[in-house]
């Protein structure tokens, strides 16, 4: 298994996530995208640090707050 996509969502007091991506390989960090689907709260940024053979984290630089941050990813190799 080569592609994968799914949701993610940081809840409120956190500023990362750890996904599990179910892929047979590594991927590469070019070939991971994330797209945020709310304004994500009291954060304003995001990253994707982490990238192992099953998970990659979507970071946030502050919790959310009540509303979450919630996102999308895919990867496709």
């Known amino acids: 298994k080569t592609e994968n996509s799914g949701a993610a969502v940081i809840a409120d007091g956190s500023t990362s996530i750890v996904v599990t991506h179910e892929l047979n390989i590594t991927p590469s960090i070019s070939n991971i995208s994330v797209t945020p689907t709310n304004n994500l709260g009291n954060a304003t940024k995001f990253w994707i640090s ?20 919630t996102f999308v990813w895919r990867i496709n190799n």
Not at 50 to 67: H, L, M
């Open 50 to 69: 982490n990238i192992t053979s099953s998970q990659f984290t979507i970071n946030i630089n502050v919790a959310p707050g009540s509303s979450t941050a």
